[in-house]
């Protein structure tokens, strides 16, 4: 389920996944929900681009490190690649 990170209060998160895309982002989130996984999420800038780098806006998800693991396999089983 999305939470706020403040649910989360002084408890570390593991950066699960970076949705370049807000589609695959979602898919994710989709994801998450389905397999009752607690997760938040944060717009946080990368740098992309081969040639030409540019800094670019992605939503960063991130889940307990309790269930890392399990957030890891759901979401390679759909085709994801976890961060």
Same mark, same amino acid.
């Given at each position: 389920?999305?939470?706020? *990170?403040?649910?989360?209060?002084?408890?570390?998160?593991?950066?699960? /996944?970076?949705?370049?895309?807000?589609?695959? %982002?979602? %898919?994710?989130? %989709?994801?998450?929900?389905?397999?009752?996984?607690? /997760?938040?999420?944060?717009?946080?800038?990368?740098?992309?681009?081969?040639?030409?780098?540019?800094?670019?806006?992605?939503?960063?998800?991130?889940?307990? *490190?309790?269930?890392?693991?399990?957030?890891?396999?759901?979401?390679?089983?759909?085709?994801?690649? *976890?961060?």
């Amino acid at each position: 389920m999305r939470r706020d *990170p403040e649910f989360f209060g002084e408890q570390e998160l593991d950066l699960l /996944y970076i949705g370049k895309k807000l589609k695959h %982002a979602l %898919a994710v989130e %989709a994801l998450l929900e389905g397999a009752r996984i607690d /997760y938040a999420v944060e717009t946080e800038t990368y740098v992309g681009g081969m040639i030409f780098r540019t800094e670019r806006v992605g939503a960063f998800l991130y889940v307990l *490190p309790g269930d890392l693991e399990r957030a890891r396999e759901t979401i390679r089983a759909a085709g994801f690649e *976890p961060a």
